[in-house]
């Protein structure tokens, strides 16, 4: 398996380059590194990780962009941003990997899209972003808080910081990773 950088998983989920009967299958892994040193780990596969052509932000206030007006939802910005998410299909689990606290589990929803921006008016902000946004979720499956992370690609890594899921009075830094392939039966 290797895993691909998330406008090679974007594209192939828009366009598959091997027969696929069946559709596509997404599996996504993400970990988040506390300050404190521990370590969380989930893994999302179909159906409750899927493609979405256009994957919109909850927007729980870090570093995101407005939709709306002329710069975040008019003419200038893209009416869809494609990505990865499992809102609305059962989420998935983040487990404690290694670390000095009590064995946890959140629940969340995981979303991770690329903006394609609009060409040449990076100048504005308007160029290409990746966000990774994170709701946690009540025991009944609705979100009650999380955050949007603005994040950078570094090969198949999507990477971002911000405040952990685990204690938003920490920092914690995340990585995302994501691959794509036709569905067998």
Avoid: C
């Avoid at 989930?42 to 932000?57: H, Q």
């Avoid at 890594?157 to 994501?178: C, H, I, N, Q």
């Amino acid at each position: 398996m290797a895993w691909m950088t998330l406008q090679e998983a974007i594209d192939y989920a828009i366009s598959p380059k091997d027969p696929t009967p069946f559709g596509i299958e997404v599996i996504g892994v993400i970990s988040m590194h506390d300050d404190d040193g521990t370590v969380m780990w989930g893994a999302a596969t179909f159906p409750n990780f899927t493609f979405r052509p256009d994957v919109p932000l909850t927007n729980w206030g870090t570093a995101t962009i407005s939709r709306g007006g002329l710069w975040g939802g008019g003419w200038l910005a893209p009416t869809q941003v494609p990505g990865f998410s499992t809102r609305g299909q059962g989420g998935l689990n983040l487990n404690v990997a290694t670390g000095n606290v009590p064995t946890t589990t959140i629940q969340i929803d995981l979303s991770v899209r690329r903006n394609p921006g609009r060409p040449g008016w990076s100048f504005l902000g308007l160029g290409p972003s990746t966000y990774i946004e994170i709701d946690m979720l009540s025991p009944a499956g609705a979100a009650t808080g999380g955050v949007t992370l603005k994040a950078v690609e570094s090969g198949p890594l999507v990477k971002a910081e911000g405040p952990s899921m685990r204690d938003p009075a920490s920092t914690a830094s995340y990585t995302f990773t994501v691959w794509v392939y036709p569905r067998i039966g």
